[in-house]
């Protein structure tokens, strides 16, 4: 059983910075590959990043390859979200998700058993 909730997100113009946090309950936090996924309207959540349980590999769409770095700290339960150079078509609802084996770190949907809610983020051009 783990609950997973985000925060962080907000307005903020094209080339900023916002910082996602998703803090996880649950008693085998680090026993789960982290995931980070979005989703604009009229459009598929789609994948953004992964981070292993030790936080030891990341894997990163090539849409934010460079500009957006996954990170855990699995002493407070939390993973984050640290998006640099923002751009309008980042704009969506961000959600964090976890889950176990190589689904799940490969970003695939499936492969992840707890969803937060989500957090708006809405970059401004």
């Known amino acids: 059983q783990v609950q997973l909730v985000e925060s962080g997100g907000g307005l903020v113009q094209a080339g900023g910075s916002l910082r996602l946090s998703c803090a996880a309950s649950?008693?085998?936090?680090?026993?789960?590959?982290m995931g980070w996924f979005r989703q604009a309207p009229g459009k598929e959540r789609e994948f953004v990043a992964t981070?292993?349980?030790?936080?030891?590999?990341?894997y990163y769409a090539d849409s934010v390859k460079g500009r957006f770095t996954i990170s855990r700290d699995n002493a407070n339960n939390t993973v984050y979200l640290q998006m640099n150079s923002l751009k309008p078509e980042d704009t969506a609802v961000y959600y964090c998700?976890?889950?176990?084996?190589?689904?799940?770190?490969?970003?695939?949907?499936?492969?992840?058993?707890?969803w937060g809610q989500g957090t708006q983020v809405t970059v401004s051009s």
């Open positions: 998700a976890g889950g176990r084996g190589f689904s799940a770190y490969t970003g695939r949907r499936n492969g992840f058993d707890y």
């Open positions: 649950g008693r085998t936090f680090s026993g789960y590959i």
């Open positions: 981070i292993s349980g030790s936080g030891g590999n990341t």
